[in-house]
């Protein structure tokens, strides 16, 4: 019987014809025998091409840091710091925008509304999940997001208004190439520029004034109020906003921190409160050091909540 061979070009090294024999040569060393007899074609099969990664996406590289209070000049929720090892990822060099977000989640009404340009706010835990599987969907991405055993939005009902069980049951698959909310320490992680050295209080400065928007600048006038994205410094990774402007949920439930070194933590599996990070337009400037932790529940939404999102990388 006279055969089709098809040969991915991903553990294709060399094909060699000899008399009536074809032998493949494959990347882990083995090689394969085929009587050239009993061949009818050959198809070289190309793999698949990764996912497009956005350009506003900034890839941060693996690595291990101290999380916590490494300053002392924190709270007890900051403490012990602990050693933490991730794998690499990639993170937005901005909080979404207000336009980026009403192109997915049509009629939302923001508290600094009309300011395309402005973070997202009013931006609850739940209406997070709903952004990044949308914006997934519609970038041909794979959403990561589960809830009751569905990942397309459209299947989960109106965003809910108090604390929900089924929404609480949400699966993230970390796995797959899509939007989704940074781990806490991944926050952590991009917010000190993949290091502690220097060990910076604030995102890329000892001087919040360089990075942040926060009460002390973010007045207009009589009133306080976010600001566009980017128009302070960047931190060492090229990341915009993560001290000040919108505090940023995170996936994680809130709890205690233990000393223990911990490798790609996601938080722990039951609890009431989800973490946010980074402070806020009206927030001290103790509020905004990256080792910061504040949390609510997931229903909440404030005209200081917003969201930056992340990638798991290839």
Not at 96 to 120: G, L, R
Not at 161 to 178: E, F
Request: charged share 20%.
């Amino acid at each position: 019987m006279r055969r089709i061979i098809i040969i991915s070009l991903l553990f294709l090294v060399v094909i060699s014809l000899l008399a009536d024999k074809m032998i493949i040569n494959k990347t882990d060393g083995s090689t394969i025998d085929i009587d050239i007899a009993d061949i009818d074609s050959i198809v070289f099969e190309k793999t698949p091409k990764p996912p497009q990664i956005p350009d506003d996406m900034i890839y941060v590289k693996g690595g291990s840091f101290t999380m916590g209070d490494t300053r002392d000049e924190g709270f007890l929720r900051e403490l012990p710091i602990h050693e933490v090892t991730l794998s690499s990822f990639y993170i937005a060099k901005y909080p979404v925008t207000q336009a980026e977000w009403d192109s997915i989640m049509v009629d939302w009404q923001h508290h600094h509304s009309d300011n395309p340009d402005n973070p997202a706010d009013t931006v609850c835990w739940y209406s997070a999940l709903v952004y990044c599987n949308k914006r997934s969907i519609e970038e041909g991405l794979t959403p990561v997001y589960t809830i009751n055993g569905s990942r397309n939005p459209d299947d989960w009902g109106p965003i809910p208004l108090i604390s929900s069980p089924v929404w609480n049951m949400v699966t993230c698959d970390w796995y797959a190439i899509g939007y989704r909310m940074l781990s806490e320490s991944e926050w952590e992680y991009a917010a000190r520029g993949a290091t502690n050295d220097p060990d910076y209080l604030f995102a890329g400065s000892d001087n919040v004034r360089q990075v942040a928007w926060y009460s002390y600048n973010s007045h207009d006038g009589e009133e306080r109020t976010s600001q566009p994205v980017g128009k302070k410094a960047a931190n060492a990774l090229g990341i915009y906003d993560m001290s000040g402007n919108v505090w940023e949920w995170c996936w994680d439930l809130h709890s205690e921190y233990t000393e223990e070194p911990k490798i790609n933590p996601v938080g722990p599996s039951f609890g009431f409160y989800r973490i946010f990070r980074g402070g806020s337009y009206i927030s001290s400037a103790g509020d905004c050091r990256v080792a910061n932790r504040s949390f609510n529940h997931p229903h909440v939404t404030a005209s200081f909540h917003g969201l930056r999102v992340g990638l798991t990388a290839p």
